[in-house]
């Protein structure tokens, strides 16, 4: 990909960092595509800082992904991208970059992702195409330095839920009793996490962050790449934030997973391991995720992610009464968080 020494086109006496952020974005563009008639419409947004921007005019369009540097650095994105291009990956083809200004041009991919296209009829092709990139994926060797999804972050994911969502959204005040149940779950999840064989983990491989291609599906979002348990990324492909699948369904891409899995020589376990590995790490993400929705909603005013949080409720309702150490966390559920649910009360 190029690579630009950007001086701005609408006003030569100022420096970048002067300019408003869309005057920046505009002109970055227009730059890196060599085009001064270039415009700029929003492709989209993601739960972070980023957005994304379809170039209007020229064919064929382009992406331009805006990324504050002062919140959101690019490097990490790109040095992950280039981690899994180079294992055979399909990721969005870079065509410049700026990381001192936090732009990046990309092919556009078009408007839809998997969340967009998938339905009851072409999910069972869609969802094997997405496994062919997932295997590669975790096949991918983890580079040395790589974050690790170790007992720290694993535990600092599921306080979110108790913080955000518990204390921060639903003003509880937990007790002595609620406290400890929760710290009793926290061990339980994290000792069978840690427990897994670990790979090269996504960390949001979910329909919304795959896009259709004839070579792909291309994976999006992948900056947040750890070293971590192999069921993490079969589970958020398969039990999403935003939309629900029958569980025989679940179960049957689930084993068809572990399959090929093993076909790929990756290091699952046996079909009944993995299985419970499935459900617990699906209950830590289950508890993340609200807990993410939660302070997306009263930190950073972005209201509507709370609405699917019922959906994870109902996820914890299946899982929850199969695992008797889990059930101080299924009390407390049933107990202080169903009764504020419209679904439930």
Request: glycine share 4%.
């Amino acid at each position: 990909p190029a690579v630009y020494p950007w001086r701005p086109m609408t006003d030569t006496a100022a420096t970048p960092a002067a300019l408003p952020r869309e005057t920046q974005r505009l002109d970055w563009a227009r730059h890196a595509a060599n085009d001064r008639q270039l415009g700029l419409a929003r492709a989209s947004a993601d739960a972070g800082f980023r957005s994304y921007w379809r170039t209007t005019g020229a064919e064929p369009s382009r992406i331009v992904m805006d990324s504050p540097p002062d919140k959101e650095d690019v490097k990490p994105w790109l040095r992950i991208r280039a981690l899994l291009e180079g294992n055979g990956v399909r990721v969005p083809h870079l065509l410049a970059e700026d990381t001192e200004h936090g732009f990046l041009l990309l092919e556009d991919l078009g408007p839809d992702t998997y969340l967009h296209v998938l339905h009851a009829d072409n999910a069972d092709a869609l969802f094997a195409d997405a496994i062919t990139q997932l295997l590669r994926i975790q096949a991918t060797p983890v580079p040395d330095g790589m974050p690790a999804y170790d007992e720290a972050l694993l535990l600092r994911e599921l306080r979110l839920f108790d913080e955000w969502y518990l204390g921060k959204h639903l003003a509880i005040v937990l007790d002595f009793d609620d406290q400890q149940a929760l710290e009793r779950t926290h061990r339980v999840l994290v000792d069978a996490a840690l427990a897994q064989p670990q790979v090269f983990v996504h960390r949001d491989f979910m329909p919304r962050n795959l896009m259709p291609a004839a070579d792909g599906p291309a994976v999006l979002d992948f900056q947040d790449a750890v070293k971590g348990p192999i069921a993490y990324d079969p589970l958020c492909l398969f039990k999403d934030a935003f939309v629900s699948w029958p569980q025989d369904r679940v179960d049957a891409w689930l084993d068809g997973y572990h399959a090929r899995a093993l076909d790929a020589g990756l290091p699952v376990p046996p079909l009944d391991r993995f299985r419970r590995d499935v459900d617990l790490i699906g209950v830590h993400r289950h508890l993340k995720v609200i807990g993410i929705f939660a302070r997306l909603h009263h930190r950073d005013n972005k209201q509507h992610y709370l609405e699917d949080a019922p959906r994870f409720i109902a996820y914890l309702d299946h899982v929850l009464p199969k695992y008797p150490e889990l059930a101080p966390l299924a009390a407390l559920i049933e107990r202080r968080v169903k009764p504020t649910l419209v679904e439930y009360a």
